[in-house]
Each structure stands twice: as structure tokens, then as C-alpha cells.
């Protein structure tokens, strides 16, 4: 991509309304655009961003063996009365009348409307297991939104629910979902340690909740420190096998919310007090919602029974701030590789120079043509605020192209995360991007 064909709208000044690194950046960055309180618009840039943090939740969800469906935004009211939590939703729930005066409301969750859908397609334990999942917009109208996506009234949630026969089945749907959402955070360069958690509106008695510790977190967590140096990407994982013994070895290290904080559990000098980020929380619940809802089946005898339920979640507009809490310096937002909205920022520092340009559009060239997202700055435009920009955006390698390397022949490759850099020719720095540096 062009940055002249390219709509980035960074700002120079520091937003002054943002209290956190994320927010100041992702607005500096020109990813969002506040239209009004907790809700934005993602701009190009963001919006790479996003698609790209939905895409590792996706892979890993088909790959525990979650179905992807999609459930509009808009519910009926009828369908949360049949719950019981139409009103215990209180004014968190955005409730909207349509034209013949009927009820609606913006969905906060799909818990009602996917056992609805199961209810009635689902009559048989032969059917079962089944989790069914989606990445749809959530509204909630919360008391007080802040941090930008952190805390959003609109925000992009993935959320999977799982139906079973018994209880058992229902607690292997849990484990699958526990260890999909430890390797997608994983892979988004994220540590997130599953903690014990209080369930609130959306009930049941097993609850973890996914946190990534940074300082701006919203919550006060506590974990046995080796949590710090745990690799959970270090061993493939069969998603057909018994993952209970995975799920035991973490969740036998301690860690908690300050709800569910235990201080005698765990020696002091073990212990990590934090605060930290929520990007995930699943929720096992029977048949919470199965049995007033209706969503019955046939078991192997032939009764008919209610199925059992968890519910998962992911806040995959949240994910975008807390990777960037995780992950920035002084200059900027520095994107771990499979979030990076383009792979390669190249920056001619001579536009209008005859060689520079050469040089410039012939890297691009390959490049483009090698499969790499490419974002190269053809503006004219100081070399000093082309630099800024690149670092600011936080793609994680950088070519830049000036008169004086083109003359020798080089050009000068960079690594953003490490600051690293290396005056190379343009072949060299082709093949180092091609070879696996920046796929
Ligand atoms: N139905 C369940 C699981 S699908 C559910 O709604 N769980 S939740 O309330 O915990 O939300 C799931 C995830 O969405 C949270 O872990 C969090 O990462 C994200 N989330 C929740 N509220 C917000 C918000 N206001 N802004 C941004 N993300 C949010």
C-alpha cells in the first residue's frame, strides 16, 4: 500500500482526553475515532488491526472444534423475558421500540438467542457435542466507559457456547475452551493467565477469567510467580485428547482475582500482586438457560433432558488495547508480528530523487509480489517525520531508503521492537523479510 493512496490520519499532538498509553496511541496512530462516548469507528489502520486479532481467534476456535455461526446485533426483548434476565439486565441493556411498538434491544450476549437456536434444531443427544460460536458487536451501556476499546459501550466480542449431554461432556467443552484461549493469546504475543472468577450476570459456579497483567488493568489479580516465565505454545496440542491433565496443570498454579484472592493459599514470597487487563472469561452453568428456555434432548434411554451449557468469551476490541499496554516504547506502538497491520513499513527519505525513488518502488515491487503487507511511505515529507510515523505505527521491520545508502549501494533495514538496525543491500533486505523475518 501507497501511503499516498493510504488514509492514516496520525496526530502530532497528544490527545488530551486519553489517561492511558493504549487510547493516546491507537488515536495518535490514527486507528479510531471516537464518535461518541465508548464508541468508535476503526479507522483503516485499526481496522487491519482488528482483523488480523480475529483471525487467530478464529483458527483457534475451529481448531477445538467450535463452529462458526453469525447472530444479529438486534434481539427481541420476548426472548430475555423467557430467561429471566430482560429486567435483571438493568441499564446496562440498551432497549430500543421498533416502528410496531415491539421490544428490542441491543444484544450485551447470545446466551438467550443460541439456545433458542438450539432448542429448536437440536432434539437429540446425537447431535451433541456442539459449540457454536460467533464474532459479533456487543453493546453495553456501561456506567462509565474509559480507556478507548478498553472499555467500550460498542465493542467486538467472540463469544462461543457449548451444549452437552451431561455434566462431564459439558466440563470437556470447558477444558477445550480453556486451552484454545491460552494458545490465542499466545499467539497474539500475550501472556493472559486464566485466574478463578466470580460469574456475575451471566451465572453458574465455574468461572475463569482470562488477564494480562499491565499496570492501567482495571483489575487487582494475585498469581504464584512462575506464571511469568510459563510458554504454553511450547507443546502442540490434540484437541481429541483428554485435556484434563492440562488444564490441571494450570490451573494448579495459584492465581486469582481480588474477589476469589485466598492469601493463605500461597506462600507471600510466591506470590505476584498485579493488576491486569481481562481479554477473556469463560463460564460453565448447567442448564441456566437450557431449561427455561426449553432446550431439551433425548438421551441414550430416551428421556428427555435439559442440555448443559458453558459460555466463552473474548473481548477481541479490547485485545487491540491490551496488546498495545503489553507492547509499546516512548516512540510508539511496537505490534507483535501476527497483529502487525502491515508487516513492513518502507520509508523513502528522498522522494522526487530519481534513485531513491528507483530503488524505493523496486523493493516495493518485490515484495508485493513476494505476499508481504507492505505500507510504503511515498509522501513528500521530512525524513524525520516519516521515521516518527513508522515508529509510532509500530510495523515490525522498517527499510529506509536515502540518497547516501543508494549511492553505496545499501539500504538500511530495521528491527522495531529491538531498535536493531543493519545497512544491508536491498537484495539482502529482501531476502532476510522473505526468509521468514517478516511472515
Ligand atoms: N456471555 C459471556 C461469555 S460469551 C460474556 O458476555 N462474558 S463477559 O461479560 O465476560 O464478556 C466477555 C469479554 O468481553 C470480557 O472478558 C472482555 O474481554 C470483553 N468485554 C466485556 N465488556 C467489555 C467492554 N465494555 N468493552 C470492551 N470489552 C468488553
Known amino acids: 500500500m501507497r501511503l499516498t493512496r493510504y488514509f492514516l490520519p496520525t496526530l502530532k499532538e497528544t490527545p488530551q482526553e486519553a489517561q492511558i498509553a493504549s487510547h493516546r496511541l491507537m488515536l495518535r496512530a490514527g486507528m479510531i475515532r471516537q464518535e461518541s462516548a465508548g464508541i468508535y469507528s476503526w479507522l483503516p489502520l485499526g481496522h487491519r488491526v482488528l482483523s488480523r486479532i480475529e483471525q487467530v481467534v478464529r483458527e483457534e476456535q475451529n481448531?477445538?472444534?467450535?463452529?462458526?455461526?453469525?447472530?444479529?446485533?438486534?434481539?427481541?426483548?420476548?426472548?430475555?423475558?423467557?430467561?429471566?434476565?430482560?429486567?435483571?439486565?438493568?441499564?446496562?441493556?440498551?432497549?430500543?421500540?421498533?416502528?410496531?411498538?415491539?421490544?428490542?434491544?441491543?444484544?450485551?450476549?447470545?446466551?438467550?438467542?443460541?439456545?433458542?437456536?438450539?432448542?429448536?434444531?437440536?432434539?437429540?443427544?446425537?447431535?451433541?457435542?456442539?459449540?457454536?460460536?460467533?464474532?459479533?458487536?456487543?453493546?453495553?451501556?456501561?456506567?462509565?466507559?474509559?480507556?478507548?476499546?478498553?472499555?467500550?459501550?460498542?465493542?467486538?466480542?467472540?463469544?462461543?457456547?457449548?451444549?452437552?449431554?451431561?455434566?462431564?461432556?459439558?466440563?470437556?467443552?470447558?477444558?477445550?475452551?480453556?486451552?484454545?484461549?491460552?494458545?490465542?493469546?499466545?499467539r497474539l504475543g500475550l501472556k493472559a493467565i486464566p485466574m478463578?472468577?466470580?460469574?456475575?450476570?451471566?451465572?453458574?459456579?465455574?468461572?475463569?477469567?482470562?488477564?494480562?497483567?499491565?499496570?492501567?488493568?482495571?483489575?487487582?489479580?494475585?498469581?504464584?510467580?512462575?506464571?511469568?516465565?510459563?510458554?504454553?505454545?511450547?507443546?502442540?496440542?490434540?484437541?481429541?485428547?483428554?485435556?484434563?491433565?492440562?488444564?490441571?496443570?494450570?490451573?494448579?498454579?495459584?492465581?486469582?482475582?481480588?474477589?476469589?484472592h485466598d492469601p493463605d493459599a500461597i506462600p507471600a514470597d510466591q506470590l505476584v500482586a498485579a493488576r491486569g487487563i481481562e481479554v477473556g472469561h469463560i463460564f460453565y452453568f448447567g442448564t441456566k438457560y437450557s431449561k427455561p428456555l426449553g432446550a431439551m434432548v433425548t438421551n441414550q434411554e430416551g428421556q428427555l433432558v435439559p442440555v448443559e451449557m458453558g459460555s466463552y468469551g473474548i473481548g477481541v476490541s479490547r485485545l487491540v488495547g491490551a496488546i498495545i499496554e503489553a507492547s509499546h516504547d516512548d516512540a510508539g506502538i511496537v505490534w507483535p508480528d501476527p497483529v502487525a497491520p502491515f508487516h513492513v513499513g518502507l520509508a523513502n527519505l528522498r522522494q522526487g530523487d530519481e534513485a531513491c525513488d528507483a530503488a524505493a518502488d523496486g523493493i516495493y515491487q518485490q515484495l508485493t509480489d513476494a505476499g508481504l503487507d507492505v505500507l510504503y511511505d511515498d509522501r513528500d515529507a521530512r525524513a524525520g517525520e516519516k521515521l516518527a510515523d513508522l515508529d509510532l505505527i509500530g510495523l515490525p521491520w522498517q527499510i529506509q531508503i536515502g540518497p547516501r545508502g543508494v549511492k553505496a549501494g545499501t539500504v538500511e533495514l530495521k528491527r522495531r521492537r529491538t531498535g536493531e538496525k543493519q545497512e544491508i543491500s536491498a537484495e539482502a533486505a529482501v531476502n532476510a523479510l522473505l526468509s521468514g523475518g517478516a511472515t
Not at 451501556?141 to 467472540?158: A, N, W
Open 63 to 186: 481448531a477445538s472444534g467450535a463452529i462458526e455461526v453469525l447472530m444479529p446485533t438486534i434481539q427481541s426483548a420476548e426472548l430475555w423475558r423467557r430467561s429471566g434476565r430482560y429486567d435483571d439486565y438493568g441499564k446496562e441493556m440498551l432497549r430500543i421500540i421498533d416502528r410496531h411498538e415491539r421490544e428490542m434491544l441491543y444484544g450485551p450476549t447470545n446466551e438467550e438467542m443460541i439456545t433458542d437456536i438450539v432448542r429448536q434444531f437440536v432434539k437429540s443427544y446425537r447431535t451433541l457435542p456442539l459449540n457454536l460460536y460467533h464474532i459479533q458487536w456487543k453493546f453495553r451501556d456501561e456506567v462509565r466507559p474509559r480507556f478507548g476499546v478498553m472499555r467500550g459501550r460498542e465493542f467486538l466480542m467472540k463469544d462461543a457456547y457449548s451444549f452437552d449431554l451431561d455434566a462431564a461432556a459439558a466440563r470437556t467443552a470447558y477444558n477445550k475452551m480453556f486451552v484454545a484461549y491460552l494458545r490465542t493469546f499466545a
Open 196 to 260: 478463578r472468577a466470580d460469574t456475575g450476570p451471566i451465572g453458574g459456579d465455574l468461572s475463569h477469567e482470562f488477564i494480562v497483567l499491565a499496570d492501567t488493568g482495571e483489575s487487582g489479580v494475585f498469581c504464584d510467580k512462575r506464571w511469568l516465565e510459563m510458554d504454553v505454545l511450547e507443546e502442540a496440542v490434540d484437541f481429541d485428547s483428554d485435556l484434563a491433565p492440562l488444564v490441571k496443570k494450570y490451573t494448579d498454579l495459584y492465581a486469582a482475582t481480588e474477589e476469589k
